[in-house]
């Protein structure tokens, strides 16, 4: 059955409407689940018993099922959540000066294919709904279960890849940004795409403030082909075109992340490609620590071993920052939960 917290505002003004209710009904619904946050019918006051059983049979109103929690000293919390039919997600939240943040999966599984990505390991099973998307939030919130504690940023960097499931990730953006719900400012949600040209072109034509983040890891073609085969039909020149025009149409910045492997992709001649990848683009680029993935024959690296990587950039007026790292005593590289519990 379709969940109810895959809904818009408009969505569930129409609904109303089809149910022979008045449209204000939507407003006082989407206030029970996303600002009340409450999910048990008998504490819903103002809309009628025989109203709720009707919605009751045509939608479902059940959090996602924490499967697994693991709680890191530096307070990143990562959970495996169990969907409707079984299949297993993760998200995580990470908490910043400046809010919390949540890391949501929008695929089961990726199917980009990234070398070093524990979540590619398992191929795509099926998208993730807007529904599932939003739960992922909302299961979350509900379990720190305190006003002060709420969640204020969102980034779509789970495991899939989010412009292979772009209507879905779009309808989860409008739930979660909507001011009469949880109201996640467009500014404070960032997606991360490993650069699927499609993708891009159609996100510079949204009407919101969201934020594009490019998994770049590496800017010479070659190696960022074999790295990441997604490359070999998006590769960095119509890559760079296509952020170039998101920018002329959003004037916003745009982040590249750059894993750094080890005798990879670290070398003078990496960063002087990536200097002039960014060169023209207001762009911020964020060096991440690569994250040990036990079967994967990439070698961790330590940011002291990034710093001479990072000092370049940085005397090329790159804005750049090496990504504090979160739970590096839990399961928190991307994908490692989920994937420990599945077979391949
Ligand atoms: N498919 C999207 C979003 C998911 S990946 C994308 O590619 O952007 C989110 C980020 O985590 C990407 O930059 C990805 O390259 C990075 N990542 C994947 N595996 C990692 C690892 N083992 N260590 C550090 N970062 C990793």
């Known amino acids: 059955m379709k969940s109810i917290y895959g809904l818009d505002l408009k969505d569930l003004e129409e609904y109303f409407i089809s149910i022979g209710e008045k449209k204000f009904r939507a407003k ?7 600002v009340k946050r409450i999910n048990d019918f008998d504490k819903i006051t103002n809309i009628s018993n025989d109203v709720l059983s009707v919605i009751n049979k045509d939608y479902t109103f059940d959090l996602l099922t924490i499967k697994d929690k693991q709680v890191s000293n530096d307070g990143t919390i990562k959970y495996l959540f ?18 919390n943040s949540v890391c949501v999966s929008s695929q089961v599984g990726c199917n980009m294919g990234c070398q070093f990505c524990a979540s590619g390991q398992l191929k795509k ?29 969102v980034v779509v960097m789970g495991i899939g890849e989010p412009f292979d499931n772009y209507d879905n990730v ?4 409008r739930i979660i940004n909507n001011p009469f719900g949880l109201a996640i400012g467009a500014r404070h949600i960032t997606i991360s795409t ?16 969201i934020n ?32 170039k025009d998101y920018i002329k149409k959003t004037n916003r910045r745009v982040t590249f992340e750059y894993i750094m492997l080890k005798g990879v992709n670290t070398s003078k001649e990496d960063a002087e490609a990536l200097i002039k990848f960014v060169r023209g683009i207001n762009a911020y680029v964020n060096l991440i620590p690569y994250n040990d993935v036990s ?20 005397e090329a007026n790159v804005n750049v920052t090496i990504r504090r790292e979160f739970g590096s005593d839990i399961d928190a590289a991307c994908g490692q939960l989920r994937s420990k519990r599945i077979k391949r």
Request: net charge negative.
């Open 194 to 209: 490993c650069g699927l040209i499609d993708g891009i072109n159609k996100y510079a034509n949204e009407d919101l403030q």
């Open 125 to 153: 099973k099926r998208d993730l709904s807007a529904g599932e998307m939003v739960l992922q939030i909302l299961t979350i919130q509900n379990d720190l279960d305190q006003d002060e504690d709420r969640i204020s940023h």
């Open 212 to 243: 594009l983040a490019i998994s770049l890891h590496s800017a010479i073609d070659k190696k960022r082909s074999s790295l990441m085969p997604v490359n070999k039909s998006n590769d960095l020149t119509s890559l760079k075109r296509a952020i």
């Open 295 to 314: 079967n994967l024959e990439f070698e961790s690296i330590s940011r002291d071993e990034c710093f001479p990587f990072y000092q370049i950039l940085k």
């Open 82 to 99: 169990e969907l409707e039919d079984g299949n297993l997600v993760e998200s995580v939240l990470m908490r910043y000066s400046y809010g």
């Open 28 to 34: 006082q619904l989407f206030d029970w689940l996303f």
């Open 170 to 173: 779009m309808k989860f953006v």
